[in-house]
């Protein structure tokens, strides 16, 4: 595909984690997203490919934007930046984007309580969109998910949420499939913490009434595959979500990032940016 015209009225984007699988698509979907180009591309120090052209990197041709290992100089002069890393790193991001009062587009999945506090904290000075998925069909699907689980009486219907990813992902279970418990959860009036149900081993005993499930799968180069399955008595509601490309994230946080230009500070979901907040 071939790049968009870039001028001086586009948003300029810092991508972190640039030599990574999510940094490299980025980079390149950037370069092919009208509105926007890469104003800088950052990665941990020590990094082999610091030095290196970003774009080259990313398979997306030469942009003249050295990849650097300096955030706070990379945020200077920059309108966002879009964060697809690991939540240590996502924090201190979230600290440095506050700083510079830009937007923060987060991504990472396996965040703690303590690191969704303090990314959320950030929103009093940054623009801050973050989701456990970025994608417009996962965030709909989530939508479907919480008016089946308030349609459906959590007596007679239990919820299983399972999802696979390859071999490589780190966190478990993903950050999707706890969007969906979150959807699900909040169809029933529930908290999430007081009903998942994450690991079943050995002699477990009766399922319990009202509980969501989570069962996790490990393997060869699958994006991410997620089910909610919604089962009763002689009968069964699957809702499903296959990714294919991990671009359709990407395309999904350059999108947030976007949108969050011209907000006024604060903490946003996608659910925000596509419009299907409540």
């Known amino acids: 595909m071939l790049s968009a015209p870039k001028t001086e009225t586009d948003m300029k984007l810092v991508v972190v984690g640039a030599a ?10 950037i370069g092919e997203t009208d509105g926007v180009r890469l104003h800088a591309a950052v990665e941990r120090e020590g990094s082999p490919f610091l030095g290196k052209d970003a774009g080259e990197l990313a398979g ?5 934007v050295p990849v650097t290992c300096d955030p706070l100089q990379a945020f200077l002069h920059a309108d966002g930046v879009v964060d697809f890393t690991s939540p240590a790193g996502s924090v201190e991001f979230a600290g440095l984007a506050a700083q510079a009062r830009i937007v923060h587009v987060v991504g990472t999945t396996g965040c703690a309580q303590a690191d969704d506090e303090k990314i959320a904290a950030a929103g009093r000075h940054a623009r801050v969109v973050k989701s456990g998925n970025m994608s417009l069909g996962v965030n ?5 998910v919480e008016q089946a689980a308030r349609a459906l009486p959590p007596t007679g219907w239990d919820i299983e949420i399972v999802e696979m990813h390859h071999k490589h992902k780190v966190d478990a279970p993903s950050g ?5 418990g979150e959807f699900a959860a ?4 529930v908290a999430l913490s007081a009903q998942s149900v994450r690991v079943r ?6 399922r319990e009434a009202g509980t969501i499930g989570f069962a996790t799968l490990r393997g060869g180069s699958v994006v991410g595959d997620h089910s909610v399955v919604l089962a009763g008595e002689g009968e069964m509601i699957t809702l499903s979500h296959s990714a294919r490309d991990r671009t359709i994230f990407a395309r999904g946080g350059v999108a947030a990032a976007l949108w ?8 946003y979901s996608m659910l925000d940016v596509l419009g299907l907040s409540n």
């Open 20 to 29: 990574g699988r999510m940094g490299q698509t980025l980079i390149r979907v």
């Open 60 to 64: 997306a041709g030469f942009l003249g």
């Open 140 to 144: 709909l699907l989530g939508v479907l």
């Open 176 to 180: 999707t499939a706890l969007l969906l």
């Open 186 to 189: 909040k169809g029933r009036d």
């Open 201 to 206: 081993d050995g002699h477990t005993g009766a």
């Open 260 to 267: 969050a230009r011209d907000r006024k500070p604060g903490f």
